[in-house]
């Protein structure tokens, strides 16, 4: 029975909410050809613009060519099936069409020229605006170097705006790599902060723009600014769409700022950015930074080794031969497309770029601790803990609160109490090494009136803040010296476990998993014996219920400890282990009704099952993850779970299955 309009548009919408991935992209396949075999007519355009998007930003997107030539057939042949939002989406795509072509060296030049006559002609016939010709056109004579590229960019930025312009961020951004990329620097770095300032977002920004903003006050010797966007792109990077070229900036950044342990633990992080890629000149931009940073790196770091999968490289040295071999052809592919020596001109550029260097010292405790000395240089004791923090993470890489649940800090209302003062003062202030040096303070003055347990969880917050902004041996640091004032404090264990599970988040990262693995089988032992200080109880029956709400406590704080204990064997590749200790403790949430975290937990058996080789019985987990994750709602966690249990399903050969995996996604029958 062919479905409403209505019930198609509802299908597809569902879709285009969905996470970019494989199962997101099976699922628009699905939806197009059922609409196109069943109808209705109107819903056709919507599901072909969907399949382009979905596949526009994934390592798929050559294959959006096909869906967007169709869609663009449809518009010739029935244009009054598409509404005015298909007809936007349809204009809006020959953008992408055009700077994806242009992507491609294997794509004559004579057909991007074609395309993009095709697309001014389309546009003028359906009297939108130039803004986005003009757009495409500046960037189709950049990436040639052809003569005319700066004549097209005073065009473009003085053209002015309309529907199918760039955004408020991406518009800025583009005009920033430009203006670097002529020399112009300090114009490209006023053009980013002032898109910055204006609170300008995307997909992909800020965390693009202030990736290369970085770099740019690198160049311009500004080091405490060049800090600041750091800290800035690193928080908002998570939450960036396509992170591939944002994250192999940083890696350049730290590597020639003076960070040699981050910038490794960052490519060791987003290992696939080195071999997958949405087309070869994301490919090439991406491996230019990652040249940049190595050929620094294997000055002092040649012999490190590095264990990147799909990379035939086992130390510094071998990944900076690797990626400089990778990158010759792709420039020499483009250059030869164009006539001209760009791409030969930019890698030397790039070469040039990796002598200038600047330290910068980018740990947000010490840069904390430092300014909360200063706050109080009318002298009090807090210049002592302050410089002792100071020392604490002074051994990391020396060139918005945590959410930890602080249960034990307690006194007067802010303003009687500084402790109180200073922890509203942290939790308000929206810059971090702010809010890092107000928890240091707060922790600073606790333990000054002995109340260790207070202080404990104001340095683990402090420890947190810097974690989320890279700053992992600073907060390595801090966690230790936190939860030694919890364990000093005579602290329930079941409060200290939070700590030390997100202090083994950061020495997972750091590498010192037995270290991570001993605090949290050190806390499982404690949570294990009889409260010395259970409170009195006036009768039995509150006895009893005290003890049921104690043994529940204990018990949530043990299935947690055991789910992290299970990702760190993870990490350290005893995956067999790893997957038996998670289906015990996902069994334990799922009793326990913790949906969720039952989910999360399946999650991590399938996927330690697969890194086994065992991807026939990582199968059912993932099925019971993805059924979890969907039942409470969690839509992105669900279909990045998709994506894993439609790879598995692929490559045993069910097919069939895994369309039906992509098929549920969106409730299709």
């Known amino acids: 029975m062919t479905r409403t309009l209505d019930e198609a548009n509802r299908a597809v919408s569902t879709i285009m909410s969905m996470p970019y991935g494989v199962a997101r992209s099976a699922a628009a396949e699905q939806e197009v050809a059922r609409i196109t075999a069943e109808g209705p007519e109107e819903a056709r355009a919507y599901a072909l613009f969907a399949l382009v998007d979905s596949y526009t930003s994934t390592p798929e997107a050559e294959k959006a060519f ?88 005073r065009t473009w930025i003085t053209t002015p705006r309309d529907s199918f312009s760039d955004c408020a961020a991406c518009t800025p951004s583009g005009q920033a790599e430009y203006l670097a990329e002529t020399g112009r620097v300090q114009e490209a770095a006023d053009a980013i902060r002032a898109a910055v300032a204006a609170g300008a977002t995307c997909g992909d920004e800020p965390a693009r723009m202030e990736s290369l903003l970085e770099l740019l006050l690198l160049d311009l010797g500004d080091a405490d600014g060049a800090a600041a966007a750091h800290r800035s792109a690193m928080s908002h990077l998570e939450a960036a769409v396509s992170k591939e070229i944002t994250v192999s900036r940083h890696v350049e950044f730290l590597a020639r700022a003076g960070h040699p342990e981050r910038a490794l633990r960052l490519l060791h992080a987003y290992p696939e950015h080195l071999t997958v890629s949405d087309s070869p000149g994301e490919r090439l931009s991406v491996l230019t930074h990652v040249a940049v940073a190595t050929a620094v790196l294997r000055e002092t770091h040649a012999d490190t080794p590095v264990e990147l999968a799909g990379v035939p490289a086992r130390t510094v040295a071998e990944l900076d031969r690797w990626a400089r071999g990778e990158l010759a052809p792709i420039a020499r592919a483009f250059d030869a497309r164009h006539g001209t020596d760009r791409h030969a001109r930019l890698l030397d550029a790039a070469w040039e770029r990796q002598s200038r260097r600047l330290p910068v010292e980018l740990g947000v405790l010490a840069a904390a601790a430092t300014r909360t000395a200063a706050r109080r240089s009318g002298g009090t004791a807090l210049d002592d803990v302050s410089a002792s923090v100071a020392g604490t993470v002074a051994g990391a890489d020396a060139a918005s609160p945590a959410g930890i649940d602080v249960a034990g800090v307690t006194g007067p209302a802010a303003g009687a109490d500084p402790v109180a003062a200073a922890l509203a003062l942290a939790e308000s202030s929206p810059d971090p090494v702010e809010a890092s040096a107000a928890y240091l303070e707060a922790s600073g003055l606790a333990e000054e009136a002995g109340r260790l347990e207070d202080a404990g969880f104001a340095l683990a917050e402090a420890a947190q803040v810097a974690a989320a902004l890279g700053d992992d041996e600073g907060a390595a640091g801090a966690f230790a010296r936190a939860v030694a004032l919890l364990r000093a404090a005579g602290t329930d264990p079941a409060y200290v476990g939070p700590v030390v599970r997100a202090a083994a988040a950061v020495q997972a990262s750091t590498g010192d998993l037995d270290a991570a693995l001993a605090a949290v089988e050190r806390v499982l032992g404690d949570l294990a014996r009889p409260a010395d200080d259970a409170p009195a109880a006036p009768t039995p029956a509150f006895a009893e219920e005290l003890a049921a709400r104690r043994a529940a406590l204990v018990g949530a704080e043990e299935r947690q400890l055991r789910d992290v204990r299970a990702r760190l064997v993870a990490t350290a590749g005893r995956h067999a282990e790893a997957a038996q200790e998670a289906e015990a403790v996902a069994e334990e949430f799922a009793r326990a009704g913790l949906t969720f975290d039952a989910a999360h937990a399946f999650w991590l058996v399938g996927s330690a099952r697969r890194a086994a080789g065992d991807v026939a019985a990582a199968v059912d987990p993932l099925r019971a993850a993805l059924d979890g994750l969907a039942a409470v709602g969690a839509r992105d966690g669900a279909a990045a779970v998709a994506d894993e249990l439609v790879g598995a399903l692929r490559s045993l050969g069910r097919d069939q299955e895994a369309e039906a995996v992509a098929a549920a996604l969106v409730g299709a029958p």
Do not use: C
């Open 66 to 153: 096909l869906p967007f030539t169709q869609m663009l057939r449809w518009w010739d042949e029935r244009p009054e099936l598409f509404d005015g939002s298909d007809t936007h989406s349809l204009f809006w795509s020959f953008k992408w069409m055009v700077g994806l072509l242009a992507r491609f060296p294997s794509v004559p030049a004579a057909q991007i020229d074609a395309t993009l006559d095709d697309m001014e002609r389309r546009y003028a016939l359906a009297g939108n605006g130039t803004s986005a010709v003009a757009g495409e056109r500046f960037a189709w004579l950049r990436t040639q170097g052809a003569p005319g590229t700066e004549e097209a960019y």
